[in-house]
């Protein structure tokens, strides 16, 4: 069972949003809050495991994704937004968005991202990556998921901190096949060609500091 909390000044958005989340067994909304004000009132009352949260209204900003990790602790949080300047989308993320999708994207997408967001994955419609990428030489995506373990999370954190896969090996257990595998498939998964775009994506990501 998944305890879902929806965060949606938009009445019609946040019920459409519901119906959509309860079409699948096991997914349960706890509530929709047009307010931050409605969910410190609930906070005693509710423990979900995922806001799902729309943050780009003036009752729900960027600084609402900090109150909600204080209000409720150990949640995840996935966003779902119309697009939106880098430096916002950024910003949510560095303040603790876990998972992000733009509004355009299908069910079977948010179905995914709120699965992988309650496993402690991340999530990314891949046009969020697009928006990261930004300057960068990352291939276009498109509306294509991209989810990332906490494995690979690891391995992007050592990569930019300059190690090699011989060294990641060694400090996660791990084979040097293995992780020149995740290294691939990192890659692959981001749509970027090298170590370069590895750590320009950590950096954006908050990955490194």
Do not use: W
Not at 74 to 80: F, R, Y
Request: glycine share 8%; hydrophobic share 40%.
């Amino acid at each position: 069972m998944i305890d879902i909390l929806i965060a949606n000044k938009n009445e019609i958005a946040g019920e459409g949003l519901k119906t959509i989340i309860q079409s699948k067994t096991g997914n349960r909304v706890l509530g929709i809050a047009n307010s931050i004000e409605y969910l410190e009132k609930k906070s005693s009352k509710y423990f979900p495991d995922v806001v799902v949260i729309d943050f780009s209204s003036d009752v729900f900003g960027v600084k609402a994704i900090k109150t909600i990790k204080k209000i409720y602790k150990d949640c995840k949080i996935l966003a779902i937004t119309d697009k939106l300047p880098k430096s916002t989308v950024y910003n949510a993320l560095k303040n603790g968005v876990d998972s992000y999708l733009l509004s355009d994207c299908e069910k079977p997408e948010i179905m995914d991202a709120l699965a992988d967001t309650h496993a402690g994955k991340q999530f990314y419609c891949g046009e969020v990556i697009d928006i990261l990428a930004e300057g960068t030489e990352a291939e276009k995506q498109g509306c294509s998921g991209v989810s990332l373990s906490e494995r690979e999370i690891e391995v992007i954190k050592l990569i930019s901190d300059g190690f090699s896969n011989k060294e990641i090996a060694g400090k996660i257990f791990l084979s040097t096949h293995t992780v020149n595998t995740h290294r691939k498939n990192i890659m692959n998964k981001l749509g970027i060609k090298n170590t370069a775009g590895i750590v320009i994506y950590a950096f954006r990501e908050n990955i490194i500091k």
